[in-house]
């Protein structure tokens, strides 16, 4: 029986998170099947138990080394899940539970560059949170010059949905931070 499942948000975009509670269904016989734009589908079968882990990928899944990188997986058990359009670095991945071989980055330095290459993309939206912020300011401002007091929701929106990627950010910043006294100390 398939199901579909809203999207469990986070103000960080905490992708930890969201593996930890797609284990959380599947130990209960609820399986993650496919992202959407609008939610999360899922199959019941109470016989099976997986693993999901997720990845940003370092390109595009279009792009060879993706595609190679995706069919070295598969070929050791690993399954990508299906997934559209602006997920396309964002990789779902499923391996049956008894197995480790869903642990990416098991060492400091790969720990690192993942980290390193999720800030990257996230590097972006501190700035365009300021500027979500100045335009919602600026759309009060000319309200109340104007004696116009509606404010469209984009303006009240846009900050708020930037202010979940800034947080990813700065968990993400503190990860590495973290991670890089770690290994200094280690050497």
Same mark, same amino acid.
């Given at each position: 029986?398939?199901?579909?499942?809203?999207?469990?948000?986070? *103000?960080?975009?905490?992708? +930890?998170? $969201? =593996?930890?509670?797609?284990?959380?269904?599947?130990? #209960?016989? &609820?399986?993650?099947?496919?992202?959407?734009?609008?939610?999360?589908?899922?199959?019941?079968?109470?016989?099976?138990?997986?693993?999901?882990?997720?990845?940003? *990928?370092?390109?595009?899944? +279009?792009? $060879? =080394?993706?595609?190679?990188?995706?069919?070295?997986? #598969?070929? &050791?058990?690993?399954?990508?899940?299906?997934?559209?359009?602006?997920?396309?670095?964002?990789?779902?991945?499923?391996?049956?539970?008894?197995?480790?071989?869903?642990?990416?980055?098991?060492?400091?330095?790969?720990?690192?560059?993942?980290?390193?290459?999720?800030? #990257?993309?996230?590097?972006?939206?501190?700035?365009?949170?300021?500027?979500?912020?100045?335009?919602?300011?600026?759309?009060?401002?000319?309200?109340?010059?104007?004696?116009?007091?509606?404010?469209?929701?984009?303006?009240?929106?846009?900050?708020?949905?930037?202010?979940?990627?800034?947080?990813?950010?700065?968990?993400?910043?503190?990860?590495?931070?973290?991670?890089?006294?770690?290994?200094?100390?280690?050497?």
């Amino acid at each position: 029986m398939r199901i579909g499942v809203p999207f469990k948000l986070s *103000l960080s975009l905490d992708y +930890e998170g $969201i =593996e930890d509670w797609l284990n959380e269904k599947s130990s #209960k016989g &609820i399986h993650f099947v496919r992202v959407g734009y609008w939610g999360y589908y899922f199959e019941t079968d109470l016989t099976k138990r997986y693993t999901y882990k997720i990845e940003l *990928l370092k390109k595009p899944r +279009e792009s $060879i =080394e993706s595609q190679n990188y995706l069919h070295f997986l #598969k070929e &050791i058990g690993i399954d990508a899940i299906p997934t559209k359009g602006m997920w396309s670095r964002w990789v779902w991945f499923k391996g049956e539970s008894i197995d480790e071989k869903l642990n990416f980055y098991s060492d400091i330095d790969s720990k690192l560059e993942y980290y390193n290459r999720l800030n #990257k993309l996230l590097r972006l939206f501190p700035t365009l949170f300021v500027l979500g912020l100045i335009l919602l300011f600026s759309r009060i401002v000319i309200g109340v010059i104007t004696n116009d007091y509606s404010v469209e929701f984009v303006f009240l929106y846009l900050p708020i949905v930037m202010s979940m990627f800034v947080c990813g950010y700065l968990k993400n910043k503190a990860k590495i931070r973290k991670l890089k006294e770690e290994k200094r100390l280690r050497e």
